[in-house]
């Protein structure tokens, strides 16, 4: 089973980019049966789906309309990890956010990187 | 998006009591592919999320058979019999049916 190690700061300025990455072991980023996605978690949203990405001959990326425009989720083969990027943040993104492989259910989660929005 | 409405938000239950979670989709799951793709996680206190039933009633490996799943198109349950300590926690349905997948609001089961 796919395990996550999930990296980042805690701590992101308004305006500015959250930066996160998720390293996987026990399965690869370029498998064409998974798909990697993002998910976050706060008290005043809930949980929300925030994007994904698989490879099935070619990369696909999908985003949820709530953030698209602002986010990146990259895959990196040579290391085997995920990354997330969003920008121009803002309180409102305040919330743990999780690496979650799976595809129509979501299988396995990552720990969890709690990130606080705030100058 | 579909919308995944939970009753209740809070349940107390006794140990060794049943609890029964419901879970209403605003649009049928059943995909064109022929599955219902309605799945419940289970968070316990300072934990992430983990994946308890897919598809309705298939329950992960490891997941002990108190955990069972039920319902059809838009109206589903997750039952857990003879609640044991362990069980205390926060318990989502979603869906993965239609794109975007979405979350139940949660809920919260505790110890009477």
């Known amino acids: 089973q796919a395990q996550m190690l999930q990296s980042g700061p805690g701590l992101a300025r308004p305006s500015q980019t959250l930066s996160l990455t998720c390293d996987i072991s026990?399965?690869?980023?370029?498998?064409?049966?998974?798909?990697w996605n993002w998910i976050r978690q706060s008290p005043s949203r809930g949980l929300e789906w925030l994007g994904r990405?698989?490879?099935?001959?070619?990369?696909?990326?999908d985003y949820a309309e709530s953030v698209k425009g602002r986010i990146n989720i990259n895959p990196d083969t040579s290391k085997n990890r995920l990354s997330l990027q969003l920008n121009s943040v803002t309180s409102e993104d305040t919330a743990v956010y999780y690496c979650?492989?799976?595809?129509?259910?979501?299988?396995?989660w990552g720990p969890g990187t709690m990130v606080t929005v705030s100058s | 998006d579909i919308v995944m409405t939970q009753t209740p938000l809070s349940s107390p239950v006794a140990l060794g009591q049943s609890a029964s979670i419901s879970c209403r989709s605003s649009?049928?799951?059943?995909?064109?592919?022929?599955?219902?793709?309605l799945s419940w996680l289970q968070q316990r206190p300072g934990q992430p999320p983990r994946l308890l039933i897919h598809?309705?009633?298939k329950r992960v490996s490891g997941v002990p058979d108190r955990f069972s799943g039920s319902g059809a198109v838009t109206d589903f349950t997750l039952t857990i019999s003879r609640v044991e300590a362990e069980d205390v926690g926060v318990y989502f349905c979603?869906?993965?049916?239609?794109?975007?997948?979405?979350f139940g609001q949660g809920t919260k089961l505790q110890i009477k």
């Open positions: 979650v492989t799976g595809t129509r259910a979501f299988d396995f």
């Open positions: 026990g399965d690869y980023v370029s498998i064409k049966y998974n798909t």
């Open positions: 990405t698989y490879f099935r001959s070619k990369w696909h990326t």
């Open positions: 649009q049928s799951l059943v995909h064109s592919d022929g599955n219902t793709y």
């Open positions: 598809e309705i009633s």
């Open positions: 979603t869906q993965g049916t239609q794109f975007p997948q979405t």
